[in-house]
Structure formats: C-alpha cells, structure tokens
C-alpha cells in the first residue's frame, strides 16, 4: 500500500503484482477494439511467461460472445518461431517457445483438465505442430471453472 501511496502522490505510474492468478478484468461499458491490445499483450507477452503476464481474462457475460469473437481470429493470427536470424529465422515472429521443455506438460495437462472440466477450447490447446522446439500454440479458452 505505501509503494501505490507514493506512486499517487507523485502520479508515477506504477504495475503491483499483488497475486490472484494474473487476472485482467474490465467493466461491463467497456469499448472491446481499445482493451484487445492489452490483452493480446498481457497475455502473449514473452511467450506469457513474466511475473505479470495475464493468465486469465474475467469477461462480463454481456461482453462474452463479442470478445470471443473479436480475440479468437487475434490470436489464431500469431506467428510463433524462433525470431533470431542467426537460427535462419526472418524475424516475422509474434511469439516464441516456452523455456522450460517440461512446462508444455504441464500447460497441457491444465488445458485437457479445462476441457475435461467443461471449458470450450476456441483456439489452440496443444503443441504447434509446425515449428520444432517447445512451442504450444496460442490458445483461448473460456468457461473455465474455478475448479
């Protein structure tokens, strides 16, 4: 509270990590064309692997069906790869792999275990079959339960 405390009275803009999951949530009036671009960026941002990358979006469900819409083509759109042109790579790269070879395990089992649970997989879901290396496609899903 003092770090926010200082930043007001300065009006030094300020990120907390305060926990939760990394939710990114807006209100019910929001214009959708103006918040896609932070979603796309929080969420895909270094592959989603920061300390403050958005993990889960809380949508009003006046808003679901349209944000569906609007992000799913968005997100179906980002070209994974490696972006180095030392690697041959020409660098027409959006995202690229995860670190760690094991964590596609895990991201995996938690998207089976979703769907499993009676989330809707819109885009996604599974390892990019057509790049080499840990690379899991860019994936939406929505209905999650808390569970």
Same mark, same amino acid.
């Given at each position: 509270?003092?770090?926010?405390?200082?930043?007001?009275? &300065?009006?030094?803009?300020?990120?907390?990590?305060?926990? /939760?999951?990394?939710?990114?949530?807006?209100?019910? !009036?929001?214009?959708?064309?103006?918040?896609?671009?932070?979603?796309?960026?929080?969420?895909?941002? &270094?592959? /989603?692997?920061?300390?403050?990358?958005?993990?889960?979006?809380?949508?009003?469900?006046?808003?679901? !069906?349209?944000?569906?819409?609007?992000?799913?083509?968005?997100?179906?759109?980002?070209?994974?790869?490696?972006?180095?042109?030392?690697?041959?790579? =020409? /660098?027409?790269? =959006?995202? /690229?792999?995860?670190?760690?070879?094991?964590?596609? =395990?895990?991201?995996?089992?938690?998207? =089976? !275990?979703?769907?499993?649970?009676?989330?809707?997989?819109?885009?996604?879901?599974?390892? &990019?079959? &057509?790049?080499?290396?840990?690379?899991?496609?860019?994936?939406?899903?929505?209905?999650?339960?808390?569970?």
């Amino acid at each position: 509270r003092k770090v926010m405390e200082s930043a007001v009275e &300065n009006l030094t803009p300020v990120i907390l990590e305060l926990g /939760g999951k990394d939710a990114m949530v807006f209100r019910h !009036d929001c214009d959708l064309k103006e918040i896609l671009p932070f979603v796309m960026r929080g969420c895909f941002q &270094n592959a /989603g692997q920061n300390c403050v990358g958005v993990e889960r979006v809380l949508v009003y469900e006046s808003l679901h !069906d349209e944000f569906v819409k609007q992000v799913v083509p968005k997100v179906r759109a980002i070209r994974q790869g490696v972006p180095l042109a030392a690697c041959g790579a =020409d /660098g027409k790269v =959006d995202c /690229g792999s995860m670190i760690m070879p094991h964590q596609m =395990d895990i991201v995996q089992a938690l998207v =089976d !275990d979703a769907v499993k649970k009676g989330a809707t997989l819109h885009c996604g879901g599974k390892k &990019n079959p &057509n790049v080499d290396g840990q690379f899991f496609e860019p994936t939406v899903l929505s209905g999650v339960t808390p569970e």
